[in-house]
């Protein structure tokens, strides 16, 4: 195994040696974590009321409102499967949750949120949020 | 291959200056900073992150009804404890247990389900354990504070490595 100390590296992208797909950095202790599988690979905010809109978002490349609190949110890069973490939440006005569709509905290029309040009915929610980590294609 | 045996690289036209090959291999070089522990990255903006604190380290899609992991990142395992409840551990452990994490389940409508907290947090769930560097259990609940088994339970952890 091979050494660099530098103090600054200075690059567009970080690609594998022996393995491209497989970069390891030394945690904050002794153990070490894998770069690519810590990284989340998708993450959203959007309005989800009357006017449902975007507001920040990393890897999304559509946003569809399919009804009362029910968003799709789709990617730019797709998953390799559709076993990915995908947790989502929203604001707690009115005891409003956010969960995920049922599992039929998140593919490898989409996920499916699904808000509701105390009730539980399905509502609107004005802050909702969706993340994404797992493995790209 | 000629080997170079030097203890200095001096560039020609400008001492400090050298170029190399547009692809030049150095080996299988895992990322390690002068600090081991600390390495930073620009983000968006002009304002550093640290690589070590923003990444995940542990992830998992857990399917309590057949008791399966669907995928996961540092975790050895996940077992079912009972109704609702089940119990994870890492691969690489935590260097305390004040982790944090959140979670997720599958919008189920049978279940009226509402949330998946830390077991821990719970003292009336039997063998459930709480939160610790080896990793914790997870309650799922419904609108009655009733333990069911989610097909999609899904939780990301945040925090120091061991």
């Known amino acids: 195994m091979s050494t660099v100390n530098a103090t600054n590296i200075v690059t567009d992208a970080l690609v594998g040696n022996a393995s491209a797909n497989a970069i390891t950095v030394r945690g904050e202790g002794s153990a070490t974590t894998s770069l690519q599988q810590g990284l989340a690979k998708f993450w959203s905010n959007w309005d989800g009321e009357s006017t449902v809109a975007t507001r920040d978002s990393f890897n999304q490349s559509g946003l569809t409102d399919n009804g009362t609190g029910d968003y799709t949110t789709a990617f730019t890069n797709n998953m390799s499967n559709n076993d990915y973490a995908h947790l989502c939440t929203c604001d707690s006005a009115n ?6 569709e049922r599992e039929a509905y998140n593919t490898t290029s989409q996920c499916r949120s699904y808000a509701f309040d105390v009730n539980p009915s399905v509502t609107d929610v004005d802050v909702a949020v969706a993340s994404v980590l797992g493995d790209l294609a | 291959m000629s080997t170079i045996v030097t ?5 020609k036209t400008s001492a400090t200056s050298i170029t190399l090959p547009t692809t030049t291999n150095i080996g299988s070089t895992p990322l390690v900073s002068a600090s081991a522990n600390s390495m930073t990255i620009r983000g968006e903006g002009s304002a550093v992150t640290n690589i070590q604190q923003g990444l995940c ?4 899609m857990y399917n309590h009804s057949t008791e399966a992991t669907l995928d996961s990142f540092n975790q050895s395992s996940a077992t079912d404890t009972s109704t609702g409840v089940f119990t994870w551990a890492t691969t690489n452990n935590f260097a305390s ?6 979670s997720n389940l599958h919008a189920d409508n049978a279940n009226n389900d509402v949330s998946m907290v830390h077991s821990g947090t719970r003292s009336t769930n039997g063998a459930a354990t709480d939160k610790a560097t080896t990793g914790s259990s997870w309650y799922a609940k419904n609108s009655s504070n009733s333990g069911f088994d989610s097909k ?10 061991a």
């Open chain 1, 95 to 100: 005891g409003h949750i956010m969960e995920i």
């Open chain 2, 7 to 11: 203890d200095t690289l001096q560039g």
């Open chain 2, 97 to 102: 247990v004040n982790w944090v994490a959140s």
């Open chain 2, 57 to 60: 380290k542990a992830w998992s």
């Open chain 2, 152 to 161: 999609l339970a899904g939780y990301m952890a945040f925090g120091d490595l």
